[in-house]
């Protein structure tokens, strides 16, 4: 449960070497003491995680976790709220994939619509299952613009995270009823892990950019926020735009 300050007391990172995940951790653990469950693949990134979070005062239980594994979810899930509830789960695991390739290797355009969105809607279901019971909770799904109006550019990217985002706003209306919280999390170009390498775009912003909006998103009971917040008004733009223009921009 919330305590007094309306502070989450338990996280569930999955996707926990996401290095928006460990910003939002170490966001609430600014605000006092938390157990988190962490759950990754195995690896020397998530042994870093769990130390990184242990250092800052956490409580950390680590949890083998492979988004394209959806048999293992039910466990996963179970064992992160063994003997507690859950306050907030941050849905925080993706990939970004090669975009020329992705359309044009089938194993590959499959790995991402089975990370990004099969693997999304799985824990996404039994996250709501759980947090029914519980009667409070607040899942949030780090979504991106790139499935606002999908583009050439990454177009495979793109669908896996707008079939994503769809699903967690409706889930939001499902569970709102039993006392449930969605908050869906559209960034632009966040600098991570994930887009090293990559030219920047325009208002592009920082994982602890993000962990701010989530945090603020959270207690607000908000639905739907944009990292940077301008980006809602260019994107809603963009949407507009007829597709013969649309094709010719340089996106």
């Known amino acids: 449960m919330l305590n ?77 709220c063994a003997g507690r509830d859950i306050d907030v789960a941050v849905v925080a695991f993706g990939l970004l994939g090669d975009p020329e390739h992705a359309w044009q290797d089938q194993a590959a355009a499959v790995a991402l619509a089975e990370v990004n969105y099969v693997g999304a809607v799985s824990v996404g279901v039994l996250l709501a299952e759980r947090m029914r019971s519980q009667g409070h909770g607040s899942v949030v799904a780090l979504s991106s613009v790139a499935g606002e109006r999908v583009r050439r550019s990454n177009f495979v990217y793109g669908s896996t995270k707008a079939g994503m985002d769809g699903f967690f706003l409706g889930l939001g209306e499902a569970v709102a009823p039993y006392g449930v919280h969605v908050l869906v999390v559209r960034p632009g170009f966040v600098h991570t892990k994930m887009t090293t390498g990559l030219p ?52």
């Open 4 to 80: 007094a300050l309306g502070v989450p007391q338990t996280l569930l990172l999955l996707g926990g070497t996401s290095d928006i995940a460990l910003a939002v951790a170490e966001r609430y653990l600014r605000q006092g003491p938390v157990e988190i469950a962490l759950a990754a693949r195995p690896s020397a990134a998530r042994d870093r995680a769990v130390q990184q979070l242990e250092q800052r005062g956490a409580s950390v239980q680590p949890l083998d976790f492979d988004a394209r594994d959806h048999a293992s979810h039910p466990e996963v899930i179970a064992s992160a």
């Open 200 to 251: 920047a775009a325009p208002l592009s912003v920082s994982a602890e950019d993000v962990a701010t909006a989530v945090v603020e998103g959270v207690t607000g009971r908000r639905d739907l926020v944009w990292v940077p917040g301008p980006l809602r008004a260019v994107m809603s733009g963009l949407r507009h735009v007829p597709r013969p223009l649309f094709r010719r921009l340089p996106l």
